[in-house]
T-cell receptor, first 111, second 119 residues
Framework: ELKVEQNPLFLSMQEGKNYTIYCNYS?????LYWYRQDPGKSLESLFV?????AVKQEGRLMASLDTKARLSTLHITAAVHDLSATYFC???????????FGTGTRLTIIP | GAVVSQHPSRVICKSGTSVKIECRSL??????MFWYRQFPKQSLMLMAT?????????EQGVEKDKFLINHASLTLSTLTVTSAHPEDSSFYIC???????????????FGSGTQLSVL
């Protein structure tokens, strides 16, 4: 059974600081997704990572994938308040678009 | 990106009634749609996979008689929560898989979600 774990579960950080969210998964993966969710809202797609060594960046967020270590990271650079949200990683391990979601990381950026 | 419309966004119903949630792909055809549920402050759990013209595939532990899924066309899947009870209160989110692939990276698109509250 595929398990996807994120850490930390909760993260409070000051504006301007850098931090990394980790996503570990237990079996091989076809692709890995990162999503953002605001309270009461659905998911906003951030990144899709397809292969080992993939790195994608959008603004202050950068995601990477190490399939050998079964690890993906979401790095936040110089955090701003607007980045406060819950972030989920999700794994599609058979290429059939059935996603197993991580536990989520609730990020709060403090001014 | 492609648009997936989910309706209603919020519904309140009495215990024992049935509620239907619609998930539509607006600008693409979706042979496969997925239904997830999310309890407050928790992650998303896959409930079922819906394929156009065939029976849905339910994940272990999901009652197929309680959560009826119909995928009548390539653009519409519905989830009906039958005889709803307070424990069915949750956030339900659909996703749709693009077919044919328009972008090899972005294949999945999520609806806006439905908050179901059963009194």
């Amino acid at each position: 059974e595929l398990k996807v774990e994120q850490n930390p579960l909760f993260l409070s950080m000051q504006e301007g600081k850098n931090y990394t969210i980790y996503c570990n998964y237990s079996t091989t993966s076809d692709r890995l997704y990162w999503y953002r969710q605001d309270p009461g809202k659905s998911l906003e797609s951030l990144f899709v990572l397809l292969s080992n060594g993939a790195v994608k960046q959008e603004g202050r967020l950068m995601a990477s994938l190490d399939t050998k270590a079964r690890l993906s990271t979401l790095h936040i650079t110089a955090a701003v308040h607007d980045l406060s949200a819950t972030y989920f990683c999700a794994v599609d391990n058979f290429g059939n678009e059935k996603l197993t979601f991580g536990t989520g990381t609730r990020l709060t950026i403090i001014p | 990106g492609a648009v997936v419309s989910q309706h209603p966004s919020r519904v309140i119903c009495k215990s024992g009634t049935s509620v239907k949630i619609e998930c539509r792909s607006l600008d693409f055809q979706a042979t496969t749609m997925f239904w997830y549920r999310q309890f407050p402050k928790q992650s998303l759990m896959l409930m079922a996979t819906s394929n156009e013209g065939s029976k849905a595939t339910y994940e272990q532990g999901v009652e197929k008689d309680k959560f009826l899924i119909n995928h009548a066309s390539l653009t519409l899947s519905t989830l009906t929560v039958t005889s709803a009870h307070p424990e069915d209160s949750s956030f339900y989110i659909c996703s749709a898989s693009v077919w044919p692939d328009r972008d090899s990276n972005e294949k999945l698109f999520f609806g806006s979600g439905t908050q179901l509250s059963v009194l």
